[in-house]
């Protein structure tokens, strides 16, 4: 994937990876591989929107303990935040969304989404921080531990045909069937920010059962279990 100098800018100030972060938009102690070329000094700051994330290893062994290799090795789509940018500005009334997400936040995102890069060695990525599906404390991602950003919404997907309190069918779904377009809302973000930069009000609660738009959403299993999380937009009903 072609690396583009929106992502980032380049500075000879550096500043240590393991420094204490006073502010939203920070950096980190860079010797680097762009696009093939080494940067030996320097800081790569992320701009706009864009968050800079050390990505967590890949699982290299099975529950059950067998060792996993080369192309078998499970890649995670979850990382550290080390920076971020301060944010993007409405194209038309110039207002500055902050960002979301700060240094320190665990993410997951999307398995297609992010520009990686090597830093001293480590796998890292550049995503956006609509890329962001949910974030989490501490080192595991649990249901507890994890909340969703902006207009997202974070859903148990039922994977057999249930009834809800109304008498309404879930319908059922496996692995090699389309994905399901319904379940209960467990997690919902605090909305997404209006043009003139002020939070809109969330239609959706914790509780609710939810239709969204065939093939929306991005899945997250957790604790073993198939979760979706959906924007705002996506949602056709509640119920």
Request: glycine share 10%; with cysteine; charged share 25%.
């Amino acid at each position: 994937m072609k690396f583009t100098a929106a992502l980032v800018s380049l500075s000879v100030a550096s500043v240590s990876a393991f420094a204490p972060l006073s502010t939203t938009t920070t950096s980190t102690t860079l010797s680097a591989k762009i696009d093939g070329r080494t940067v030996e000094s320097g800081t790569v700051v992320p701009t706009n929107n864009f968050i800079l994330v050390k990505v967590a290893p890949a699982v290299e062994e099975t529950e059950g303990g067998i060792l996993l290799t080369g192309k078998a090795k499970v890649q995670k789509t979850e990382g550290s935040v080390v920076s971020t940018g301060p944010g993007k500005t409405h194209p038309d009334t110039g207002v500055l969304f902050e960002m979301p997400i700060s240094a320190g936040d665990n993410v997951v995102y999307g398995t297609y989404d992010g520009t990686e890069i090597d830093i001293d060695g480590e796998k890292h990525t550049l995503i956006r921080d609509d890329d962001v599906l949910v974030r989490f404390e501490g080192d595991e991602l649990t249901l507890d531990s994890c909340s969703t950003i902006q207009d997202a919404v974070l859903v148990y997907v039922e994977t057999k045909e249930v009834a809800t309190e109304g008498g309404i069918l879930l319908a059922a779904s496996s692995k090699t069937e389309s994905r399901p377009s319904t379940g209960k809302v467990v997690k919902v973000g605090p909305g997404r920010c209006a043009t003139n930069g002020e939070r809109m009000e969330m239609e959706i609660e914790e509780g609710d059962f939810i239709k969204f738009r065939d093939y929306a959403g991005n899945e997250v299993e957790i604790e073993g279990e198939d979760y979706t999380v959906v924007r705002a937009l996506d949602i056709l009903a509640k119920f």
